[in-house]
């Protein structure tokens, strides 16, 4: 990713109004190894259930709005992330959930998408991360198509989330 300043950040969101997306907290963004991410995402300091990611998204910039459903944000069941294809084990493993964009968002409909606990997808492809669990896929895609993968996974999603 291109580095990102906390301006562009708050005014990328596709499912906040304005002024929710002007009075979020954004983290420093000073030591953000911006290249070794394919989008860049938090938690919100009080609310664990409260998460955000902002990525590329063809030519524009798009931040998401997520919240998961446990009370700790994570399911105790083990999966694969729906964007980098990682099994997670239990606790760093659940179900986010973004409101849909514009009217249909303000209906009340969401788009739901399992992810890593930890939102680190990118290190994890790029093996910065390592996967704790043995259980992974017979994995034969060398690094680039698997960081092409992620990139497509997350297109997707976010494709879903501005569908009208
Ligand atoms: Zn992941």
């Known amino acids: ?14 499912n906040l109004s304005r002024r ?8 420093q963004l000073e030591e953000v190894a ?4 394919d989008f860049f995402a938090w938690r919100h300091g009080r609310a664990a259930d409260r998460s955000y990611l902002v990525t590329e998204h063809g030519d524009r910039l798009v931040s998401l709005a997520l919240r998961t459903s446990e009370k700790k944000g ?18 760093n493993f659940g179900l986010f959930v973004a409101s849909r964009a514009g009217s249909s968002g303000r209906a009340g409909n ?6 890593c606990g930890d939102l680190d997808c990118s ?9 704790l ?13 698997r960081v092409a993968r992620l990139q497509l996974n997350l297109a997707e999603f976010i494709d879903k989330v501005l569908e009208e």
């Open 34 to 37: 911006w290249d070794t991410l």
């Open 110 to 115: 969401s788009v739901g998408i399992y992810l």
């Open 123 to 131: 290190l994890y492809v790029r093996g910065i991360k390592p996967r």
């Open 133 to 145: 669990t043995r259980k992974q896929m017979g994995e034969t895609l060398p690094q680039r198509d």
């Open 20 to 27: 929710q997306a002007k009075e979020l907290s954004v983290p």
């Open 74 to 91: 994570l399911t105790p069941r083990s999966g694969m992330c729906g964007v980098c294809c990682t099994v997670q084990e239990g606790g």
């Open 1 to 14: 990713m291109i580095p990102l300043t906390p301006g562009q950040i708050r005014g990328s969101f596709v």
